[in-house]
């Protein structure tokens, strides 16, 4: 195994064979895995909004959905992954706060998983695995070697996908 790359709130990274690139505590927030097997690229991001256009001040790329997935696809292509060959994994999601009189706030995991797969779709890139929503957290690790995408939860046991 090489190195583990830390991949903070609000931030993307990129790994190659045979690093691991991780993301702790995705509550609301989706980590997006996206990786090339022909190439062992792979890169992460952790993405806590939907849609930068809704924010005035969206400077930060990486917080985004719409933004974030782009981004990570373009450092990926200039460390030579092939765009045609990459596949996507998301994890995250999760309706952390019961908010009572339908407050939006509470579907905020929903709408960026629902962000997430509206953008790897107009990217062209396949989503291929999820583990979205249900009500608790989870720590990812996405193994450049191979594409395994580990996901971790407190009292359950750790989960590929």
Same mark, same amino acid.
């Given at each position: ?22 993301? @702790? ?5 989706? $980590? ?7 190439? #062992? =690229?792979? !890169?992460? /991001? ?26 990570? @696809? ?5 460390? $030579? ?7 996507? #994994? =998301?994890? !995250?999601? /999760? ?67």
């Amino acid at each position: 195994m090489g190195k583990v790359i830390k991949v903070g709130m609000a931030d993307l990274k990129t790994a190659r064979d045979p690093d691991v690139l991780t993301t @702790l505590g995705l509550g609301s927030c989706i $980590g997006i895995a996206l990786y090339d097997p022909t190439t #062992k =690229i792979g !890169g992460l /991001a952790h993405i806590m909004l939907p849609d930068s256009t809704a924010i005035k001040n969206n400077s930060n790329i990486a917080k985004f959905a719409d933004t974030g997935i782009v981004e990570l @696809l373009n450092q990926m292509v200039k460390l $030579g992954a092939r765009k045609s060959s990459i596949v996507a #994994k =998301i994890a !995250g999601g /999760a309706k952390m706060f019961e908010m009572s009189g339908g407050s939006t706030i509470g579907g905020v995991g929903e709408r960026n998983a629902e962000a997430s797969k509206a953008t790897l779709k107009k990217l062209g890139i396949r989503l291929i695995a999820q583990d979205t929503g249900l009500n608790y957290g989870r720590t990812v690790e996405l193994y450049c070697e191979n594409g395994k995408f580990l996901i971790k939860a407190v009292g359950k046991p750790p989960k590929e996908i």
